[in-house]
């Protein structure tokens, strides 16, 4: 295999690696009963042993995370809105604010895992992508392939740190870190199919209740990346919350780049022995001019 | 309570999820208030008129709850003619003494009757009901007739009779308009009346309504008067006994419910008894005669004492000696938290213990608090970290200002690391009365020990050093039962063997299982006659965790509730007079005719053969006074209090009264505060009051701040500011305030602000956010200031003490500061350092022309 075959999975379920009976674990983060606790940030943190990373006041409501980054694995966005004022013209009446607890999207095409040249990036058993730090050596390739801009790199030790999804508490049984402290499951994990199914009802079930903002963001498993394994339902557009609003795997189009490039290269060395070609031509016939 | 309650919000999400409404009322919009279906924010200090609001409208839309309010409270009982309402009297009751500053309560008496309150201040009648109860004590009979002496009080069922509860009530509410509302509390009468609506379509036979409460409602001079305020309201609206229903005390940390059931209070003994106060010549008899019932469960008073001095004393306390009754402490006064401050800047107090609290940062006036520290000879400080409390004698902000010198300070403080709640056995009660042991998973680190192990030890060693002493003063010390088997290498005292003391013992030693068994003559023990039960059989109740899942929808095998396993206390109220639930989908006990007893889902709150049409002798006393439809078994009368005719304090009727340091008059009355609130303790050059309403300076200290916690940090920060994992969430201290006000006063986003009073004058962060929205009061426009207090000088995350603002003035009834609403200037930039910051608020409390008198007014 070359860099030039990258092997898309190509089950929806992402599952290509494992054949096997264990079905894709993922997030349904249904940020419409988030409170912004952030237990799910300080949750990740104890549990992974992820390093505080600044004491920095943001001024970006009661976000001081800022984003998900080597040393934040779950991040809580704060989003301060004014809304149409409601009909009994309370002082306060026409706020809104949005939290949502933003994670490693999972993807079941990921970037990520694509271009990591040292086969540190892998896809576990429950379809979770992993960095294994023992063999990451920091080139970093990975953190531009990131469609979401998750992924990233430690300034201390060069090398990428995102979710695992708590690879370690799933192996024994356990659900990651998050889902466990969040009060209010606004963090869900399970299996993917049922969260999915779960997710839809919900959001018919807000749309019935009159919240026609409501949507799920991540879930389409014929999306730009396959759908993620870390989805969300979320109440508003998803750049209002950080998120790209159409993602799409940065090496969907490698194959076709490495074949318009070949095509090129053979174009190119066409070129080039053609002008050899009519060089020697040439001479052969300037040859004889000079003669 | 999102922001505060996260673990116990999940229970308002599902409530939310199987379709409950939720209404957040506060001055911000939270974190709950995001999840809220309804957000009602109004002016921090004016609760009170919201909460006549609704009980004025509950009376003349007439959806009180007709058949529980008749039966189960006291709105058909006449209250004494001598009794005048605020509205007669501009703001006072009948019975102010202007002099001392007190209520007499005698004219808010039932007419007919003498009552006793089930909690509060008992001792108001001391000297009338005791006089007869120490002469017949003397003849050696158990109880007197003095203050027990409760005739049968004059009712009108009809609720029609002039003087009758609900005719005061209404009278007295009738000017709690959505007028009023509007103009005290800010709230546009569209939403005040969408509050209504949704408040009593949702209460009655097939619905109930909860409200929930924290420090927002009990940090005022009229603290417990905004709780009355909802009580009233729940009652008339028939929520009160009732699955959904109830009013639910969220407090600041755990297990404030189980330190207030076997109390760290200085007025209380465990399970409610009142603490004794100094009356000569005062023996156990003439105590239960006058702070005892005659009616309703409080009758059993002494066999609760009786046991109580047994837990504690042992073989020492005998009938002869009158169970060592004398050795308990006497109460002189107030000794709160603020007095033994005043008392230690007077040099009264020498010492101080300190368990996993920071005053210097978290009590009111933190400057004095620190003040008075430095005056102790000992200190001792056990937390977690080295807190502003242990540290102050060397890098307060009185070390900076120059009042304070190191090396005049002559406390000598001695810092104990403690164990946290991980580390050691123990139960916690929450707001529900639910006890839920947890067991230690490791051991202390290094020199970390649990309260339980400082206390026991420090007593062990305490008597071992008196051993022999022929001293009467020490016998109470060494009499007492200071006998708890100790486990482990660091000799942990069992916390197991301590909660089998409180929950008693019979003559054999054999654990009690319900409060009923308890004697008054000496032959059973009780460490705390609620929580008899826990140790049921012998075994830890507290520490059951069955599923939820695997029980039925009570849960009663979770945990352990008091009193008896009881889930919903009053439960009695939740069946109509005949004992039928008022409707199915809210069913939970019932009276079972054919079996003759209460029967249904929860442990009945009445006794169990006790028909519905039971009426009692004119001899019964105790339980056996209290009819079949008296569902309030410890009241005297049975019934719910709409009106108090004794127990509190500063009125039998919640009436509003601005706050200590208000920039607005009093809407409601000519009375600007209430007039017995605890300031003149207080009158100190560093707690200066403010001028309030329309008096000359008040325009110097224009708008309202409210203080509050966040998410992310606990309290004054001692178990979140040293965590980076915390501190890096809130990193520092912020100010919240509207767009209009930073453009008023030229206030930056992320900017420095100073906040002045005329205590002291603190710097924050500013977060300019319309969640903190300006309100139109009085027909002025009225901004608010929000001010987390977590922070200090000490810790991983830094910054000013939001408390060191505020003034020590005090809630008569349970002298509690008056630290949610208070007046404030803001103005942009960083405060001075040095000497220059106390003379920033000197400038203040000139140009407000404030003196020693200001504000101490009636």
Redesign the interface.
């Known amino acids: 295999m070359t860099a030039i075959d990258v092997p898309l999975t190509t089950r929806p379920d992402g599952m290509d690696s494992y054949p096997g009976t264990q079905p894709r674990m993922g997030f349904f983060t249904d940020t419409s009963?988030c409170?912004?606790?952030?237990?799910c940030?300080?949750a990740c943190?104890?549990w992974n042993h992820v390093p505080?990373?600044?004491?920095?006041?943001t001024?970006m409501?009661?976000d001081?995370?800022a984003g998900l980054s080597a040393d934040t694995w779950r991040h809580v966005a704060f989003i301060?809105q004014?809304t149409a004022a409601p009909?009994?013209?309370?002082?306060?009446?026409g706020?809104?604010?949005?939290?949502s607890s933003d994670v490693c999207k999972h993807c079941t095409h990921a970037a990520c895992l694509d271009v990591c040249p040292t086969g540190a990036l892998m896809r576990t058993e429950f379809g979770t992508v992993v960095v294994q730090s023992d063999i990451c050596n920091g080139c970093g390739y990975c953190i531009p392939a990131c469609p979401y801009g998750v992924i990233d790199q430690r300034k201390e030790d060069g090398r990428a740190w995102k979710c695992t999804l708590c690879y370690d508490r799933l192996g024994a049984g356990m659900e990651p870190a998050c889902a466990k402290a969040c009060?209010?499951?606004s963090i869900q994990f399970g299996p993917l199919d049922e969260l999915r199914e779960r997710a839809q009802a919900r959001v018919s079930e807000l749309h019935a209740a009159g919240e026609d903002s409501a949507r799920l963001y991540g879930n389409d498993p014929a999306d730009g990346v396959g759908g993620d394994g870390a989805f969300f339902l979320l109440l508003d557009e998803p750049e209002v919350y950080g998120l790209p609003p159409d993602p799409v795997v940065t090496t969907r189009d490698l194959p076709s780049m490495w074949r318009h490039a070949g095509a090129a290269a053979v174009t190119l060395a066409a070129a080039a022995a053609a002008s050899f070609a009519v060089e020697a031509l040439a001479g052969r016939l300037g040859g004889g001019g000079r003669r | 309570m999102?922001e505060c309650h996260?673990?116990g919000?999940?229970w308002v999400?599902e409530a939310k999820?199987r379709g409950a409404t939720v209404i957040h009322i506060d001055p911000r919009?939270t974190?709950?208030?995001?999840?809220a279906d309804?957000?009602?924010?109004l002016r921090a200090g004016s609760d009170i008129v919201f909460l006549g609001g609704l009980i004025n409208y509950v009376l003349t839309s007439g959806k009180f709850f007709r058949d529980y309010v008749v039966n189960y409270t006291n709105a058909a009982t006449i209250i004494t003619e001598d009794f005048a309402d605020t509205e007669d009297l501009d703001g006072l009751f009948s019975g102010f003494d202007p002099e001392r500053r007190t209520y007499d309560i005698r004219t808010w008496e039932y007419e007919g009757a003498e009552v006793q309150a089930a909690s509060g201040e008992r001792d108001q009648e001391f000297e009338d009901r005791a006089r007869s109860g120490v002469r017949e004590a003397a003849r050696g009979e158990a109880h007197g007739s003095g203050g027990a002496h409760v005739g049968r009080p004059n009712v009108d069922l009809s609720l029609e009779h002039p003087r009758c509860v609900f005719q005061i009530l209404a009278r007295h509410y009738a000017r709690y308009t959505p007028e009023a509302v509007e103009q005290a509390c800010?709230?546009?009468q569209?939403?005040f009346?969408?509050v209504c609506e949704l408040v009593t379509r949702n209460s009655g036979r097939d619905r109930t309504t909860a409200w929930v409460y924290s420090v927002g409602w009990t940090q005022h001079t009229v603290g417990v008067q905004y709780v009355r305020g909802a009580s009233i309201l729940q009652a008339l609206l028939g929520n009160i006994g009732r699955p959904g229903g109830g009013i639910m005390a969220l407090r600041g940390h755990a297990s404030i419910q189980g330190s207030t059931d076997i109390p760290t209070l200085f007025d209380l003994l465990p399970g409610y008894i009142p603490m004794p106060h100094a009356h000569s010549n005062e023996n156990l008899d003439a105590f239960v005669a006058a702070e005892g019932t005659d009616r309703g469960f409080w009758a059993n008073m002494r066999a609760y004492t009786v046991s109580l001095l047994k837990a504690w004393w042992g073989d020492a306390a005998t009938e002869a000696n009158d169970y060592c009754f004398d050795y308990l402490p006497r109460l002189t006064g107030s000794h709160s938290t603020y007095e033994t401050v005043m008392a230690q800047l007077a040099g009264d107090c020498a010492g101080y213990f300190i368990y996993g609290e920071n005053p210097a940062v978290g009590s009111a006036n933190g400057k004095l608090q620190r003040l008075g520290l430095a005056k102790l000879d000992w200190l001792v400080v056990r937390d977690f970290s080295l807190i502003e409390t242990a540290t102050f004698w060397k890098d307060g902000p009185e070390i900076d200002s120059g009042e304070l010198r190191t090396r005049d300070i002559g406390t000598e403080v001695f810092f104990l690391p403690a164990a946290a709640h991980t580390e050691k056995n123990g139960s916690f009660t929450n707001t529900q009365r639910l006890l839920q042991w947890h067991h230690a998973a490791v051991e202390p680190a290094g020199d970390a020990r649990s309260d339980l192990w400082f206390t026991y030890h420090l007593g062990r060693l305490i008597r071992s050093k008196l051993r022999g002493s022929a001293d009467e003063m020490d016998r109470p010390v060494l009499d007492l039962t200071w006998d708890y088997p100790v486990e482990g290498a660091i000799a942990e005292p069992s916390a197991e063997a301590v909660l089998a003391e409180v929950n008693g013992r019979d003559a054999d030693g054999t654990p009690l299982t319900a409060y009923l068994q308890l004697k008054d003559d000496g032959s059973t023990t009780c460490g705390c006659w609620i929580y008899c039960g826990v140790y049921a059989d012998g075994a830890n109740q507290a520490a059951r965790r069955k599923p939820g899942r695997e029980q039925h929808w009570i849960a009663p095998e979770w945990g352990w509730a008091w009193p008896a396993n009881r889930r919903i206390i009053y439960n009695r109220a939740s069946a109509d007079p005949d004992g039928k639930p008022w409707s199915e989908r809210k069913a939970l006990i019932w009276w079972d005719a054919e079996q003759g007893k209460w029967t249904g889902h929860d442990v009945p709150d009445f006794t169990p053969d006790k028909a519905p049409d039971y009426q009692p002798p004119a001899d019964a006393r105790g339980d056996a006074a209290l009819s079949g439809r008296d569902p309030f078994i410890m009241q005297s009368d049975g019934k719910a209090w709409l009106f108090a005719p004794a127990g509190l304090l500063d009125g039998p009727l919640p009436a509003h009264y601005e706050p200590q340091d208000s920039p607005l008059p009093n809407l409601l009355y000519r009375q600007q505060r209430n007039p017995v609130r605890q300031v003149l303790a207080f009158v100190h050059p560093d707690n200066r009051l403010q001028p309030s309403g329309g008096a000359p300076g008040a325009a110097v200290f224009p708008y309202v701040a409210t203080t509050y916690r966040?998410?992310?940090h606990h309290t004054a920060g001692g178990m979140s500011r040293w965590l980076?994992?915390?501190?890096?969430?809130?990193?520092?201290l912020?100010c919240e305030v509207s767009p209009e006000l930073a453009a008023e006063r030229g206030l930056t986003?992320?900017g420095w602000a100073t906040i002045v009073t005329a205590r002291n004058a603190v710097e924050a962060?500013v977060?300019v956010?319309?969640?903190i929205?300006?309100?139109?009061v009085q027909g002025r426009r009225l901004h608010q200031v929000g001010l987390p207090y977590h922070w200090g000088w000490s810790g991983?995350?830094t910054g000013d003490s939001v408390n060191d603002l505020i003034e020590i003035s005090l809630d008569p009834n349970v002298h509690i500061q008056e630290t949610k609403a208070f007046a404030c200037d803001i103005r942009p930039g960083r405060r001075p350092i040095g000497a220059a910051r106390p003379a920033l608020v000197r400038d203040y409390q000139r140009r407000a022309g404030i003196t020693e008198r200001t504000g101490t007014e009636p």
């Open positions: 009963v409170i912004g606790c952030k237990a940030e300080v943190k104890e505080e990373d600044g004491l920095v006041l001024g409501s009661y001081n995370t301060e004014r009909d009994d013209g309370a002082p306060g009446g706020l809104r604010w949005l939290m009060p209010t499951e | 999102a996260p673990v919000f999940q999400m999820a919009f974190r709950t208030s995001a999840v309804l957000h009602v924010p800010g709230v546009p569209e939403a009346r969408r966040l998410t992310e980076p994992y915390l501190s890096e969430l809130q990193p520092e912020f986003h992320l962060r977060l956010t319309e969640r929205p300006p309100l139109t991983y995350s």
